[in-house]
T-cell receptor, first 116, second 114 residues
Framework: DAEITQSPRHKITETGRQVTLACHQTWNHNNMFWYRQDLGHGLRLIHYSYGVQDTNKGEVSDGYSVSRSNTEDLPLTLESAASSQTSVYFC???????????????FGPGTRLTVL | AQSVAQPEDQVNVAEGNPLTVKCTYSVSGNPYLFWYVQYPNRGLQFLLKYITGDNLVKGSYGFEAEFNKSQTSFHLKKPSALVSDSALYFCAVRDHNQGGKLIFGQGTELSVKP
């Protein structure tokens, strides 16, 4: 069955370190998204991609970057981790609207990141 | 601006009673609407969606949602709540300005007591 996976599931790091969170999907979806979830803020979009070599900033992109070198993967990098980036991170993917997809996003299990 | 609102942070229901989780939206054009559920320490799971057609949409786990264009609402319902329905529920609407993106509400915590 197609799925979307994230690794690691839990990560503890120190302020100033670079951290990369992995996201891998086997749906063959063109669209991929990264969100963070914090109490009182719901889901906030960090970055998203509509296909290989395409990346876009979301509403809370400062301090984060992504790259899309293939269809299956969209790693999220925290360039210099800050305590404010302690959060739960979710990756999601969806089919392309133009090819008949209806934008249903399928979510990974999440990564809990703690920055000390 | 396109937006989604979930007016209740928390909904409390007794097991066996009907439940409603409210959602209102604001979009230009025809809305694509979604409901997701999140159980503790899990990712969001897709429940159901409205794209076009019947205003009553049936989804997973016995949930359904009613699309009301005049009231710009898409409330989630279930005739008989289970304790296992206790979770966080998110309403979302497609961002027509940027296809593929969804705009999520803040979430409603549903608590079903025995």
């Amino acid at each position: 069955d197609a799925e979307i996976t994230q690794s690691p599931r839990h990560k503890i790091t120190e302020t100033g370190r670079q951290v990369t969170l992995a996201c891998h999907q086997t749906w063959n979806h063109n669209n991929m998204f990264w969100y963070r979830q914090d109490l009182g803020h719901g889901l906030r979009l960090i970055h998203y991609s509509y296909g290989v070599q395409d990346t876009n900033k979301g509403e809370v992109s400062d301090g984060y970057s992504v790259s899309r070198s293939n269809t299956e993967d969209l790693p999220l990098t925290l360039e210099s981790a800050a305590s404010s980036q302690t959060s739960v991170y979710f990756c999601a993917s969806s089919g392309t609207s133009g090819s008949g997809g209806t934008d249903t996003q399928y979510f990974g299990p999440g990564t809990r990141l703690t920055v000390l | 601006a396109q937006s989604v609102a979930q007016p209740e942070d928390q909904v409390n229901v007794a097991e066996g009673n009907p439940l409603t989780v409210k959602c209102t939206y604001s979009v230009s054009g025809n809305p694509y609407l979604f409901w997701y559920v999140q159980y503790p320490n899990r990712g969001l799971q897709f429940l159901l969606k409205y794209i076009t057609g019947d205003n009553l949409v049936k989804g997973s786990y016995g949930f359904e949602a009613e699309f009301n264009k005049s009231q710009t609402s898409f409330h989630l319902k279930k005739p008989s709540a289970l304790v296992s329905d206790s979770a966080l529920y998110f309403c979302a609407v497609r961002d027509h300005n940027q296809g593929g993106k969804l705009i999520f509400g803040q979430g409603t915590e549903l608590s079903v007591k025995p």
